[in-house]
């Protein structure tokens, strides 16, 4: 897929990698529409960085992933703009530590509402708009540790290998028009209650000996847009070869 004029919606954009994954796809001339639920003024900030990139302000839409209305209003919206989707990018996301006897009910339904339905509904909506148009990719953003689960953070590993398996059974779904790949982080921005005792043991466990950056991820995400149309179904690892260990 050549990217320029595509269009591309990639959520939670406001920061970290949803933010430089737009940075990224717009420098290579997508036509991308930023997408965040609450941190309006963060968003505002990447759209101005992409107006420097493109020359011209992205649309920028407000939504909560986990409601089918709210995906509805922004599909309404990037149609009325721009007249199709071309790219889907499911990166917002939640993570916090739920250690598996403390764990609550809500905080369960918190992590498959976000992290699992979300993914689910933008793929679902977005997916028929690439149906009808006989064209489109979608990215979803699951993470090592939907094959490694964490015990401390049971909820969140589940709801990632829900996104595993939503991506390969879409694959199929959604075949011969719409390709479905997933990118699998490792550890990338730790967390603010890591410290630099547990940031160094996560190091000394990955074979390229660093924490991963945001740019790495968006740049898996950018090469199985435009890096190939024969790859589907699949889960690329960026995670330093850390699944090896």
Partial sequence: MNLKNKVALITGS???????????????????????????????????????????KPLVVRGDISRAGDWEAMRDAILERHGRIDILVNNAAIFYKTPFLESTESEWDHFMDVNLKGVYLGCRIMGEVMMQQQSGKIVNIADVAAERIWPSYIPYCVSKAGVVALTRGLAKALAPHVLVNAVAPGTVLLAEEYDSEEEQALIDKTPLKRVGSPRDIASAVTFLLEGSDFITGQILGVDGGRSLS
């Fill in 14 to 56: 406001a920061e970290r990698v949803g933010k430089e994954t737009a940075l990224m796809l717009a420098g290579k001339g997508a036509r991308v529409v930023v997408q965040y639920r609450s941190k309006a003024a963060r968003a505002e900030q990447t759209a101005a960085e992409i107006a420097a990139i493109a020359g011209e």
